[in-house]
């Protein structure tokens, strides 16, 4: 893959060379030769070090919940019951799926929303500075504060939280879109223009891809948001979810399952995150690619 | 002074940036008949830009009129195609060198676009690097990626805006034949905007030079070369050399001041 992935200057080829020679001149350019040590050796190691670092930590609590004699200091095989009774029968309907189904319903919801709405401000450049202080200011606004306020209107409902989490989640990826949108040159729009392409079809095959990059930055800081307000509004007013789990135990001194709950919450996390961001890399290959030009 | 001939007329045009009293096209009249290769040339910074992009149909004149086979049109005429000297800016990153070329061709059915994106690819030596990306190529392979998108729409009028500006002089050379071979093939009426006096006297048939700005029409000039044109014995010919003359004596009385050397 990255043998044939960026041609660097040195690769660049003479005008006129066909595709397979160029190919050759990239594998020769970053071939054998370069590291001494075979790849997959260095990542065992890699590997090796990262799950023995983790192995020492789990062994020095282990060691202290044994030894002390203290509530907060579960042992780990009860967190690990804990966090495996929560991905099967009744706690995963009833805690873990209905919490992925807010957060991905009000992620989605506003990452959809702060898409459309950016683009469509920023490649309307006119109202731009017109809406834009009121976007700031609304992203200013840390999104936990408006949960009273949505209590308020829409009680304590799924609809509330699904609603405040795609609050949170549409501002940074709309101000992201704005600017992607600002940003897309002239002369690719003028292009888009000469192929007879109506406005929102540019915006669709044009200033959709070329915002990509920031789009997509803007989303990874929506995940992130997306988390944190589901289990804050799960913390409110809430009959199930992994907030609400997390809260039950901590009033049942459950230490283990409170734990438990945290790093269910952990799992999730991670694999959103890493979800995204394996789509942005395959999305924003030609971006890398095209940057790296020289000049 | 019928206006059936000509493909692109512009009458009395003037243009000033929005805003402020910086005056670019003065009264510029100017046409292109059928089959014709034009060439504009003028001092740098002179507006030769802004009279492509209101002869594209991008800008709207702020008086006077641009008409496209007699007509005048909201937007870019469908016949009409653009080459622009940024390809690093104009093809878009994101598609492959074939689906850029087949990039305004989205409402034709399936089988023709091929068949266009093939052809056009042919036409500019590109087929082997249709499925990589632009910025995978060299300058002058990305140039001829954006004159295969241009030709692949059908078009009759072609404009090229200093097309071989950014690559380097053997490059140039090359192109400036591959360019004239399409031009010839597909009969199109072609509008060169460049500040290269030697290119433009070499590929077109007449040479218009612009003054300084606001710019206007100041001389137009026949180039009667004939059709075929060799890089070698055109070039050498005592008729071109006296051409050259001609037109760069023309373009340097116009530019007043110091010669600039920015391209504009």
Redesign the interface.
């Known amino acids: 893959m990255s043998s044939k992935a960026i041609?660097t200057e040195a690769a660049?080829?003479?005008?006129?060379v066909?595709?397979?020679a160029?190919s050759k001149v990239r594998s020769a350019a970053t071939g054998p030769g370069r590291s001494r040590v075979p790849p997959w050796r260095t990542r065992l190691w890699q590997l090796l070090w990262q799950v023995g670092f983790v192995v020492v930590l789990l062994a020095i609590w282990e060691r202290a919940a044994k030894t002390a004699d203290v509530p907060y200091l579960p042992p780990l095989g009860d967190i690990a019951d804990g966090y495996v009774s929560l991905f099967h029968g009744e706690l995963l309907t009833q805690e873990l799926l209905p919490s992925l189904y807010r957060v991905a319903t009000g992620f989605g919801i506003g990452v959809a929303v702060g898409i459309s709405v950016g683009l469509l401000v920023g490649y309307l450049r006119a109202v731009e500075p017109w809406v834009r202080p009121v976007l700031e200011f609304n992203r200013a606004i840390p999104v936990a504060a408006v949960l009273p306020g949505a209590l308020l209107l829409f009680g304590a409902t799924d609809t509330m939280r699904v609603l405040v989490i795609a609050f949170g989640c549409t501002f940074p990826v709309l101000l992201a879109a704005i600017d992607g949108a600002r940003r897309v040159?002239d002369?690719?729009l003028?292009?888009a223009?000469?192929?007879?392409?109506s406005r929102p079809q540019t915006m669709v095959?044009?200033v959709f891809?070329?915002a990509?990059p920031q789009i997509l930055a803007g989303v990874r800081i929506a995940l992130g948001i997306a988390l944190i307000m589901m289990v804050i509004s799960e913390l409110i007013a809430a009959d199930n979810g992994i907030g609400q789990y997390i809260l039950r135990n901590q009033r049942l001194f459950r230490t283990a399952d409170v734990y438990a709950g945290v790093l269910v919450i952990g799992t999730v996390g991670w694999v959103f995150t890493t979800a995204i961001l394996q789509a942005e890399k395959r999305m924003l290959r030609?971006?890398r690619?095209?940057r790296s030009?020289p000049? | 002074m019928t206006n059936d001939a000509s493909v692109v007329a512009v009458e009395q045009v003037s243009k000033r940036y929005a805003g402020n009293s910086v005056q670019i096209l003065d009264q510029l009249s100017l046409r292109v008949t059928e089959g014709e290769f034009l060439a504009v040339v003028g001092p740098s910074g002179c507006g030769k830009t802004t009279l492509l992009r209101c002869i594209a149909g991008l800008l709207p004149p702020d008086s006077g009129q641009v008409l496209h086979r007699g007509q005048q049109l909201g937007g870019p005429p469908p016949w009409l195609s653009i080459v622009f000297q940024d390809y690093n800016r104009s093809l878009f990153p994101w598609l492959s060198v074939r689906r850029n070329v087949g990039f305004g061709l989205r409402k034709l059915p399936r089988r023709e676009r091929d068949e266009r994106v093939r052809r056009a690819l042919a036409a500019v030596n590109l087929e082997d690097s249709a499925d990589l990306y632009p910025w995978q190529l060299s300058g002058g392979m990305q140039q001829r990626c954006a004159l295969a998108r241009a030709i692949a729409a059908s078009p009759q009028v072609l404009l090229l805006d200093e097309p071989f500006a950014s690559v380097d002089a053997q490059t140039r050379i090359d192109l400036q034949d591959m360019v004239l071979g399409i031009c010839r093939e597909l009969r199109l009426s072609t509008l060169l905007v460049t500040h290269d006096i030697e290119e433009a006297v070499f590929m077109a048939d007449r040479v218009a030079v612009l003054s300084t700005r606001p710019a206007r029409v100041v001389e137009e000039i026949d180039i009667d070369l004939g059709p075929h044109r060799d890089q070698l014995t055109t070039k050498e010919s005592a008729r071109f050399l006296e051409l050259r003359h001609r037109v760069f004596t023309e373009v340097r009385r116009q530019a007043r001041p110091a010669p600039a050397t920015a391209g504009g």
């Not at chain 1, 660049?12 to 006129?16: L, W």
């Not at chain 1, 223009?193 to 392409?197: K, N, S, T, W």
């Open positions: 041609p660049q080829p003479p005008y006129g066909p595709a397979e160029r040159d002369l690719m003028d292009s223009r000469i192929a007879g392409l095959r044009v891809p070329a990509l030609w971006h690619g095209w030009l000049e």
